[in-house]
């Protein structure tokens, strides 16, 4: 890849991979977990355990009101932190991975699942700890996320730019969300017709994990050649 201005190779690999990686978790945080409650833990629940849990609009919009107060602290709690300890890569590096685990963590989350983790026979608490523990994960995810995206990422991008370049590479992110949201839209629907929710958050977590691995190897061993 031709460097511009200032910006080398591997630094343009990195910005490209976690601008798209970061924006397709995103994407399907806001558009498959609403569907993960509605389609999979609320599916099968008997109505005498929606009536004495949660309807399940009301458990979408507690989770949305929740994730959007965690970014919205998280990228301002973590962004002075990172400026603080002024080791921004680290938080990068440790949040995305942390980011991939918690989403492929929801491919383990079903009633049957949290049954017998908490021994409960009653499905109105079944159905309340399945629920409770999606929102849950949905804010941890929120907090890897905006600590690795939003807060470390962009403050990364605005350390390594400077007013020759910086407008390219702010151009070039600006894109990622618009080709995110075609990537998750085009396959997403797809790959969980195929193999379900559990197998595809499971393969969603894994691929943001891997890319950041890739990114941490090739940095290795670039700095091992010099």
Do not use: H
């Not at 602290?73 to 991975?97: A, H, L, Q």
């Not at 990364?156 to 949201?181: G, Y």
Request: proline share 0%; hydrophobic share 50%; aromatic share 12%.
């Amino acid at each position: 890849m031709k460097q511009r201005a200032g910006l080398s190779a591997s630094k343009w690999f990195n910005i490209l991979l976690f601008g798209l990686v970061g924006q397709i978790a995103w994407n399907v945080e806001n558009m498959y977990f609403n569907l993960f409650l509605y389609n999979s833990v609320y599916s099968g629940a008997s109505q005498t355990a929606v009536d004495g849990s949660v309807s399940v609009m009301d458990a979408i919009s507690k989770m949305v009101a929740y994730s959007a107060v965690t970014a919205v602290v998280t990228t301002f709690v973590i962004g002075i932190i990172s400026d603080r300890v002024n080791t921004r890569k680290w938080f990068i590096s440790m949040g995305y991975i942390l980011w991939g685990a918690v989403t492929a963590s929801f491919g383990l989350i079903s009633r049957s699942r949290i049954a017998a983790l908490f021994s409960l026979s009653d499905e109105v608490k079944i159905l309340s700890a399945t629920v409770t523990a999606v929102i849950v994960m949905d804010c941890v995810m929120t907090f890897m996320g905006s600590t690795s995206n939003d807060s470390a990422f962009n403050a990364w991008v605005t350390d390594i730019t400077d007013t020759k370049n910086r407008a390219t590479v702010e151009s070039v992110l600006a894109i990622f969300p618009v080709v995110a949201m075609a990537v998750v839209m085009a396959a997403g629907g797809m790959i969980v017709g195929a193999v379900g929710y559990e197998m595809f958050f499971l393969g969603l977590g894994v691929f943001v994990a891997v890319c950041e691995c890739s990114c941490t190897v090739r940095k290795q061993a670039t700095e091992n050649k010099r």
